[in-house]
């Protein structure tokens, strides 16, 4: 049975000041606990407020929202994987729907991506899922799209490396609209992911945690950690909100996986 991992990815909103306000509230009421996961993305400029707010909490990690594919250079605005890593983070997210929808990356990119990760000791936590017009087209769509986004961001990883990685679903019609896949829709989906992750690696792939992500809230979390399948969530909205995610995390037990090892 795997550790649920719960994530919260808190976008480009909690600058400094708001994410150690927020630290602050949520450590007050969250004890250290082994049973479980928890990750923080905040943005890169309040990383180190969060980080020094979160003081000494082996239970809990801190990764990067985005990383540049280079290791360094003259890419005004970025952040390589090396600097993540040295300040502290030991995760990033790749492949993200906002990053591929809004910014235009593509399945290359994240590959990419997920090597410079990989090179600078950083986990890729490598984002996949359909959109609407994807999903409507049918499940056969789904099944192709999810695969190939899984397929082109894992190949320039080792198969070790691969099978270090997390993956997420986040089925782009879900995120942000507060219309969220049922456990059955995620079951479906994280079954194709496993499946693919077991022709891809073998055995090894066992051990790769597989989240859902898309309107994930207090009030579904369970339910959808529940799903078999399902080794975790990845929330962006209702994650915002120290009480609220506070929540979601208690909502998380370890039998909750519905993946035995
Ligand atoms: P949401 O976002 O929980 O606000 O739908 C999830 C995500 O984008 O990771």
Redesign the pocket.
């Known amino acids: 049975m795997k550790t649920p991992i719960l994530a919260a ?1 808190w ?1 480009m909103n909690h600058g400094p000041s708001a994410a150690a306000d927020f630290m602050r509230t949520f450590l007050a009421s969250y004890p250290r606990q082994y049973d479980r996961t928890v990750l923080f993305f905040p943005p890169a400029l309040a990383f180190h407020a969060a980080q020094e707010a979160l003081d000494d909490r082996p239970d809990i990690q801190l990764g990067v929202q985005n990383i540049h594919s280079a290791d360094n250079g003259a890419f005004t605005g970025e952040n390589s994987a090396a600097m993540a890593r040295d300040a502290g983070a030991h995760l990033v997210l790749v492949g ?3 990053r591929r929808h809004v910014f235009g990356e593509t399945d290359e990119q994240c590959a990419e991506k997920c090597a410079a990760a990989e090179r600078a000791g950083l986990t890729p936590l490598l ?1 996949v899922g359909e959109t609407l017009e994807q999903r409507e087209r049918g499940f056969d769509e789904v099944k192709a799209v999810v695969s190939r986004q899984l397929r082109v961001g894992l190949s320039k990883l080792s198969p070790g490396d691969a099978a270090d990685t997390l993956i ?1 679903y ?1 089925p782009v019609w ?4 507060g219309k969220n896949a049922t456990p059955e829709d995620a079951s479906e989906v994280h079954a194709v992911i496993r499946r693919e992750l077991r022709e891809m690696l073998g055995e090894r792939s066992g051990a790769v945690h597989i989240l859902y ?4 809230n207090p009030g579904n979390a369970e339910s959808l950690l529940k799903a078999s399948d399902v080794d975790g969530l ?6 915002l909100d120290a009480n609220s995610w506070l929540a979601i995390v208690q909502s998380a037990r370890e039998e909750s996986s519905g993946e035995i090892d």
């Open positions: 990815n976008k993200h729907s906002e984002c997420a986040e879900a995120i942000g609209t992500g898309g309107s994930v990845l929330v962006g909205g209702a994650s």
